[in-house]
């Protein structure tokens, strides 16, 4: 473990995910205790995003931005907000230099798949309709996540492939579950990860799914097919349960013929990227925001 994260997980909380109303208020304390973000030169505006039912979404304004990033939030498919995912969409507006749409999906278990994609899709396409009015060039859309986001961006990617829906630039999954099947290796054996752990990702799983059987777009590892997708930034954890089923994915969207960029960090676990202060989080949230950079680039 990388000494500077070590030292913060005696201090990490511990929440039930089989409890999801518990696992929210300590989620939301959590997010409370982080700095507050600096929103100098940006410009931050909360709209409804048309649709059955309708999306709630936080527009981040960089100056000069071009570039969209639809962004969607961690929290294990059944925690956070809007609010909670502040801290996360200011900084990646700021350090990408995009306007950043940070999408309010629904929640498991009240809201099962494929309540979380079909929000996240409607703002895609909602994305694309009024690149215009947001002034962004409908070219350059990349939908990017953190955990359980990263999950759905990948299946929001596939979606659209399959739909022939709205381009997409670019997919960035960061420590991304993208399979309930949990036969990695790191899934049998990361059983007592901080944070993140093989149990509450079957709590997830179960949550999230309920009776139905997974499908790709509630499990992207399960595609047959990658090919067609879009370029994609896929970053790992070493002590991370996700992190073999991420390298995997990332083996076979090359195979497929598909640009990857893969990064694994050492010494972190799942999330640690949030303990501002430790060096490696800061080269990760750096490699994120270049490569967001080099996406959207002209």
Same mark, same amino acid.
């Given at each position: 473990?990388?000494?500077?994260?070590?030292?913060?997980i005696?201090?990490?909380?511990?929440?039930?995910?089989?409890?999801?109303?518990?696992?929210?208020?300590?989620?939301?304390?959590?997010?409370?205790?982080?700095?507050?973000?600096? #929103?100098?030169?940006?410009?931050?505006?909360?709209?409804?995003?048309?649709?059955?039912?309708?999306?709630?979404?936080r527009? $981040?304004?960089?100056?000069?931005?071009?570039?969209?990033?639809?962004?969607?939030?961690?929290?294990?498919?059944?925690?956070?907000? #809007?609010?909670?995912?502040?801290?996360w969409?200011?900084?990646?507006?700021?350090?990408?230099?995009?306007?950043?749409?940070?999408? *309010?999906?629904?929640?498991a278990?009240?809201?099962?798949?494929?309540?979380?994609?079909?929000?996240?899709y409607?703002?895609?396409t909602?994305?694309?309709?009024?690149?215009?009015e947001?002034?962004?060039?409908?070219?350059r859309?990349?939908?990017?996540?953190?955990?359980a986001? *990263?999950?759905?961006?990948?299946?929001?990617?596939?979606?659209?492939r399959?739909?022939?829906?709205?381009?997409i630039?670019?997919?960035?999954?960061?420590?991304?579950?993208?399979?309930?099947?949990?036969?990695?290796?790191?899934?049998?054996?990361?059983?007592?990860?901080?944070?993140?752990?093989?149990?509450?990702?079957?709590?997830?799983?179960?949550? $999230?799914?309920g009776?139905?059987?997974a499908?790709?777009?509630?499990?992207?590892? %399960?595609?047959?097919?990658?090919?067609?997708?879009?370029?994609?930034y896929?970053?790992?954890?070493?002590?991370?349960?996700? %992190?073999?089923?991420d390298?995997? $994915?990332?083996?076979?969207?090359?195979?497929?013929?598909?640009?990857?960029?893969?990064?694994?960090?050492?010494?972190?676990f799942?999330?640690?990227?949030?303990i501002?202060?430790?060096?490696?989080?800061q080269?990760q949230?750096?490699?994120?925001?270049?490569?967001?950079?080099?996406?959207?680039?002209?």
């Amino acid at each position: 473990m990388d000494p500077e994260l070590e030292a913060f997980i005696p201090f990490l909380p511990k929440p039930d995910w089989t409890d999801p109303v518990a696992a929210r208020k300590i989620f939301a304390e959590l997010a409370a205790s982080r700095p507050a973000p600096d #929103l100098a030169d940006m410009r931050i505006e909360d709209r409804t995003v048309p649709a059955d039912p309708a999306v709630p979404v936080r527009i $981040y304004r960089p100056h000069r931005a071009q570039g969209a990033i639809i962004w969607l939030r961690g929290g294990g498919l059944i925690m956070g907000d #809007l609010d909670t995912e502040h801290p996360w969409a200011t900084r990646i507006a700021d350090s990408s230099g995009a306007v950043v749409i940070s999408v *309010g999906y629904r929640r498991a278990p009240e809201h099962r798949f494929p309540a979380a994609l079909d929000d996240a899709y409607a703002v895609l396409t909602w994305t694309a309709e009024h690149a215009a009015e947001l002034g962004i060039d409908p070219d350059r859309i990349a939908v990017a996540g953190h955990s359980a986001g *990263g999950a759905i961006a990948a299946a929001v990617a596939l979606r659209a492939r399959d739909q022939q829906g709205p381009p997409i630039r670019f997919q960035l999954l960061n420590e991304p579950g993208l399979d309930d099947r949990q036969e990695t290796w790191s899934q049998q054996h990361f059983t007592d990860t901080p944070w993140l752990d093989r149990d509450k990702i079957t709590a997830s799983w179960r949550h $999230y799914l309920g009776s139905r059987p997974a499908t790709p777009y509630a499990a992207p590892a %399960r595609a047959a097919d990658l090919s067609g997708l879009p370029p994609a930034y896929i970053a790992t954890a070493e002590f991370d349960p996700n %992190r073999d089923e991420d390298i995997a $994915y990332a083996t076979r969207l090359l195979q497929a013929g598909v640009p990857v960029e893969l990064h694994q960090y050492p010494g972190t676990f799942h999330g640690s990227q949030a303990i501002l202060s430790a060096a490696v989080s800061q080269r990760q949230s750096a490699d994120l925001a270049a490569a967001l950079r080099r996406a959207l680039a002209e």
